[in-house]
């Protein structure tokens, strides 16, 4: 039960926004070899596209995503403007998900305060364990943890 976001699903979940035309959202990509490097959202107001978000990925040498950036367009300034960052840490039996707000007084990221990890127990069992910075903010801290199960297609109470 590999869940790992790489850029291949990364194009695809573009390629289907752009194709919905039952939303109220337009979507733009820049790309480079083949990948989404940014993702931009567009709303539609009276017959105009008003810039909304932007998404930033970032990738490793395997092609997995490791970060993306989410930034909002500023109308009074006319530029976007970072807002949060989700970051993935890949480990061997999982990953480490986390997200990151912007301070724009000092203009850089503060630090991480909760992190989700994702543990492989078994090919159909991932544990999620939820992690929140203790007071001193030197070290994470259990909060709260779940097991999540993907039933095989023969444990399927329904077929078609």
């Known amino acids: 039960m590999q869940t790992i ?7 695809s979940m573009y390629l289907s926004a752009a194709e ?3 939303s109220s959202y337009y979507y733009n990509a820049d ?10 959202v567009y709303e539609a107001d009276n ?4 810039s909304k978000l932007a998404y930033n990925y970032t990738y490793d040498e395997q092609e997995r995503l490791v970060k993306k950036e989410v930034m909002r367009w500023n109308s009074v300034s006319r ?3 970072n807002d949060y960052s989700l970051n993935l840490i890949y480990t061997e039996d999982g ?3 986390s997200r990151s707000v912007w301070d ?3 203009q850089a990221y503060l630090p991480t305060m909760e992190k989700a990890v994702y543990q492989y127990v078994t090919d159909q069992v991932v544990a999620v364990n939820y992690l929140r910075r203790n007071d001193s903010q030197e070290q994470f801290e259990w ?4 097991l999540v199960m993907n039933p095989t297609d023969g444990l399927l109470l329904a077929t078609r």
């Open 20 to 22: 919905n035309s039952n």
């Open 104 to 106: 724009k007084r000092t």
């Open 95 to 97: 990953y480490e998900l």
């Open 79 to 81: 530029e976007w403007e």
């Open 31 to 40: 790309m480079e070899n083949g990948k989404v490097t940014t993702m931009y």
């Open 5 to 11: 976001i790489t850029a291949a699903t990364i194009l």
């Open 47 to 50: 017959q105009m596209l008003t």
């Open 143 to 146: 909060v709260d943890s779940m």
